[in-house]
């Protein structure tokens, strides 16, 4: 079946440590996104691609860092300088157009050990 | 700039009655789409009705409707003969022609009561 992974679903990070969460898409979409959610709040988006190798900030992107090599996939690293990462992060893809949604994953909850 | 707001956080329904959920967005760009999903405990977002800024009609998918109002900027999703099923948080977004990123608003968690 086509859609999108996350792993792990579960993440915990000790201080000073980098993590990196994964998210795989098998829909052929050109745009993929990565969202932080907080507890009770709405989706702040972090970071998003439009194509292989290009990748734009979005509102939140202090403290994380993303890389595009395939199209499949677009992995999220929530690096030592992010102070508060405990959130929930929802990757989603989509194609590049106004009408088109955006699928989403099933999320990744990281916590600090 | 905040572009899109959901001014109820908390609503409540009685079950098989309908609810409304407002939503009121902010763009000068003439081409966009607005999208409605739902999130239930789980975290997941399920991806429920899409309106364009073009469409001449309200769009509806089963017992979802979009009530869309272009000169107010608003499009509440309504939800007919509401279900337990139904009880999580609900978010609208915004997507701009001109761009290719997702705005979203705070949310609305909706609770069916039996």
């Known amino acids: 079946d086509g859609g999108i992974t996350q792993s792990p679903k579960y993440l915990f990070r000790k201080e000073g440590q980098n993590v990196t969460l994964s998210c795989e898409q098998n829909l052929n979409h050109d745009a993929m996104y990565w969202y932080r959610q907080d507890p009770g709040q709405g989706l702040r988006l972090i970071y998003y691609s439009q194509i292989v190798n290009d990748f734009q900030k979005g509102d939140i992107a202090e403290g994380y860092s993303v890389s595009r090599e395939k199209k499949e996939s677009f992995p999220l690293t929530v690096t030592s300088a992010q102070k508060n990462p405990t959130a929930f992060y929802l990757c989603a893809s989509s194609m590049r157009a106004a009408n088109q949604p955006q699928h989403f994953g099933d999320g990744t909850r990281l916590s600090i050990l | ?114």
């Open chain 2, 1 to 114: 700039a905040q572009k899109i707001t959901q001014t109820q956080p908390g609503m409540f329904v009685q079950e098989k009655e309908a609810v409304t959920l407002d939503c009121t967005y902010d763009t000068s760009d003439p081409s966009y789409g607005l999208f409605w999903y739902k999130q239930p405990s789980s975290g997941e977002m399920i991806f429920l009705i899409y309106q364009g800024s073009y469409d001449q009609q309200n769009a509806t998918e089963g017992r979802y409707s979009l009530n869309f109002q272009k000169a107010r900027k608003s499009a509440n999703l309504v939800i007919s003969a509401s279900q337990l099923g139904d009880s999580a948080m609900y978010f609208c977004a915004m997507r701009e022609g001109g761009n290719n990123d997702m705005r979203f608003g705070a949310g609305t968690r909706l609770t069916v009561k039996p």
